[in-house]
């Protein structure tokens, strides 16, 4: 996984709730067996026109949030299916950082091993950032993942509340499987016992 | 301390809490199907980390497949390369899949409990957050993305963080009318898509208790569009009853062990929750959803809403933007809504009382010459128990197609789809944006509203149909 640099760069504005997962990636890109290549079918439904060609009505299309790495969005991001292509399509589009009142839990888990922040803010919050993009679309906002901050040119400073162990994953890169394989010998341990206490979860059918 | 269902199956597959790190949860039972599965054997592959138990691993195909011609080759290349691949790898790893061809092929949360493979007290995923379906037997089942089914295939655990616990208590009887689905549908309205975020939900009550197993799968299976990760149900001897003498359940001694272990899960008495949300099941109509997410949802009897009956101005707007995108007016009866086309399947409701209801409704009548109507049953054997009841003379002979199983058109991967604008009534579990094909309007219904929406072209209050 990439790791998480700090960075300034422009914050893209949609302002819809309960985006759902079957937005953010419809199912007929989900046939593929590779994890990459998934950026340009991101919002497919909305972003393209029938003719292929792209819905200048679709927020993301404008060029003042070309190149954005910050997706703010509303309430309820990410909810519905567990597909993490969701989370590949966002990051393979380019954004790094999403921000909302609230995610899906799957999704929200899933941006964490994708090398997405996820930014959960208040209402307050929220609206004040969105007001901020309105009033100058292609707005650069500060994400300094260390010092758990977002700041914005207009003076807006919020507090990123992360699980510290999350924010260290994100910020080395790290591996969750080669973490989780230090503790092999409490997992093999748990089995052990599990065996004794459960065994008919261990016998194959008959 | 008196603890919740939850919390007890949390405690006993806690491998280990470290200080500084996420606790480590032991997995008993991994799912699996074609769509989010390769990315993950293909990590494996490339770290050179072997299955950690390949017996915790039940796979299927679902997504895809098609239901009908399935004896032709796919015809979409790329789904076909999905498929084979699930195939290559549940080869190379030597893991239990019951492919397109195998008697026991079906939708994976339809196939897998119809094999005792899930048992109260374990914990279950697959990379399909309908996973939750499972948490009808008392297992801790919840949805994970493909990075986390290849932790959970590399290690036989997940890093998880303890969630929330919601009480939703449904006191009462259920009308003969209303079923599962429609307390599911009641409990989404109220508590909104996102909330049970962050909370596994204990269903209980009395009218939990009354539903049977089917139904039980089809509450929990749509905890989900509620937020929570996880829905649980109290096992009871209906959950006995359905498991005993199943390929995967305990056999001789190991029932009499297992099952006293498992009269040991439900919530202690006085055990706390974070949140309680209370329904009377009398009060439980049958539901239709109107909008674009499943808590746009209203009883039959209502009309549609208008914008400017929401107070939030993030549902007055949703609101709007849902009618735009269904093609229906605020004001208008619910019963007024025409149909294309009905389809009754997927791991909601694509079980055996689910075919019996339609069937039931059928019986004696005609699908409306407006109406394409769908059967899907969800699993080989779902089918051919129905066939053995005649279930699928009565729905043929009144006009429906009676398919062979798979997602189907829940999702609309496999070809079968909505066309643009086309309005559906449909028994599975997402009414969202092109769920059923782009432009297509989803209104999710019990399969009984299903059927008689076939029959009559529009919703019916089946309350009062005859």
């Not at chain 1, 292929?52 to 790495?69: I, M, V």
């Not at chain 1, 393979?92 to 899933?110: E, K, L, M």
């Amino acid at each position: 996984m990439k790791a998480y640099k700090n960075h300034t760069s422009v914050a893209a504005l949609m302002n819809r709730s309960n985006v759902d997962t079957d937005q953010i990636i419809p199912k007929q890109f989900l046939k593929k067996v590779e994890r990459t290549g998934f950026g340009i079918h991101l919002f497919h439904d909305w972003r393209f026109l029938d003719d292929g060609s792209e819905n200048p009505e679709f927020e993301l299309n404008k060029p003042a949030f070309k190149g954005a790495k910050i997706l703010v969005a509303g309430d309820n991001f990410g909810c519905g299916s567990s597909r993490e292509h969701a989370p590949w399509a966002i990051e393979d589009f380019g954004f790094n950082t999403v921000i909302s009142t609230s995610y899906a839990d799957i999704f929200y888990s899933n941006c964490f091993k994708n090398g997405i922040l996820p930014i959960r803010v208040s209402k307050d919050e929220l609206a004040a950032l969105m007001a901020e993009i309105e009033a100058n679309e292609g707005v650069e906002f500060t994400v300094d993942l260390p010092a758990q901050t977002v700041t914005t040119p207009g003076g807006i400073v919020i507090n990123i509340e992360v699980d510290p162990f999350r924010k260290q994953s994100l910020i080395e890169g790290a591996d969750d499987i080669s973490w989780t394989l230090k503790h092999e010998g409490k997992i093999t341990e748990f089995e052990a016992k599990n065996k004794q206490q459960f065994p008919w979860l261990w016998t194959e059918a008959n | 301390m008196k603890k919740t269902m939850y919390e007890k199956i949390w405690d006993s597959h806690l491998v280990h809490e470290p200080e500084n790190g996420t606790p480590i949860l032991y997995i008993d039972r991994h799912l699996m199907h074609e769509v989010t599965s390769p990315q993950a054997f293909e990590g494996l592959k490339i770290q050179q980390r072997p299955v950690r138990n390949k017996h915790s691993i039940l796979a299927t195909m679902d997504h895809c497949v098609p239901t009908v011609d399935r004896h032709l080759p796919i015809k979409d290349p790329i789904a076909a390369k999905q498929i084979q691949t699930m195939a290559d790898n549940c080869e190379e790893h030597d893991l239990l899949i019951y492919d397109m061809d195998n008697a026991n092929n079906g939708v994976i949360h339809i196939v897998v409990p119809e094999h005792g493979f899930i048992h109260p007290g374990m914990t279950a995923v697959c990379g399909d957050s309908h996973t939750a379906t499972h948490g009808a037997f008392g297992a801790l089942a919840f949805g994970i993305g493909t990075s986390e089914v290849e932790h959970v295939m590399a290690t036989q655990t997940l890093q998880q963080k303890k969630s929330k616990t919601m009480l939703v208590s449904v006191e009462g009887k259920l009308s003969q009318f209303s079923t599962a689905k429609d307390i599911a549908l009641a409990v989404i309205g109220k508590i909104g898509t996102a909330g049970g975020t962050g909370h596994v939900i204990e269903f209980a009550g009395s009218a939990i208790r009354d539903l049977t197993m089917e139904g039980r799968m089809t509450l929990c299976n749509m905890a989900i569009e509620g937020g929570a990760r996880a829905g649980l149900i109290a096992p009871d001897q209906t959950t006995f009853d359905y498991i005993e003498g199943k390929e995967f359940a305990p056999k001789g001694d190991h029932w009499a062990a297992a099952l006293a272990y498992w009269k040991s899960l439900p919530t202690d008495d006085g055990a706390k929750f974070d949140t309680i949300v209370e329904l009377v099941a009398e009060d439980i109509a049958p539901q239709v959803t109107w909008g674009t997410s499943p808590e746009q949802v209203s009883p039959v009897t209502a009309n549609v809403p208008s914008p400017t009956d929401f107070d939030d101005v993030i549902k007055s707007s949703a609101c709007k933007g849902a009618l735009s995108y269904m093609g229906i007016t605020a004001g208008a009866p619910i019963t007024d809504i025409k149909i294309d086309l009905v389809f009754v399947g997927s791991c909601t409701n694509g079980r055996i009382e689910d075919f019996r209801a339609i069937a039931e409704m059928t019986k004696g009548k005609k699908v409306s010459a407006a109406v394409q109507a769908i059967a899907v049953p969800g699993s080989y054997l779902v089918k051919e128990q129905a066939e053995k009841e005649g279930l699928d003379k009565i729905l043929m002979d009144a006009g429906w197609e009676w398919r062979e199983p798979g997602c189907s058109m829940c999702l609309a991967m496999n070809g079968d789809q909505l066309k643009e604008g086309q309005r559906s009534a449909s028994t599975s579990n997402r009414n969202f944006e092109g769920r059923q094909g782009k432009g297509g309007r989803t209104h999710l219904v019990s399969p009984a509203m299903a059927a008689a929406a076939a029959i009559e072209g529009h919703f019916v209050d089946i309350r009062n149909w005859a």
